[in-house]
């Protein structure tokens, strides 16, 4: 859970005054924090990196359902935006696009 906000009277970079109070949540126990792939061919000109992620229905689950109750909550706006990179990481991230 990552909070982001500005505070009235302290200067930002931000282009645009408007106060921001959004919440992050963001998944770091599966995908690319899963440690599976290895480098082949060390210190080769052929050498190649591999790095794969593991997405599971109950993690993905998991993190939709607190991002859920988190907007749901008096606290928040009852908004909720979901960000992936399913464009380019057709499986992985297309699987969050279909579980939620």
Known sequence: VRPAV???????PLSS???IDLIVVRENSEGEYVNIGGRFA???????AVQSAVHTRRGVERVLRFGLDLAASPSRRGRLTMVTKSNAQRHGMGFWDDVL
């Open 42 to 48: 060390s210190g080769t000109a052929n050498e190649i």
């Open 6 to 12: 500005t505070f009235k009277g302290v200067p930002h």
């Open 17 to 19: 005054q408007e106060p």
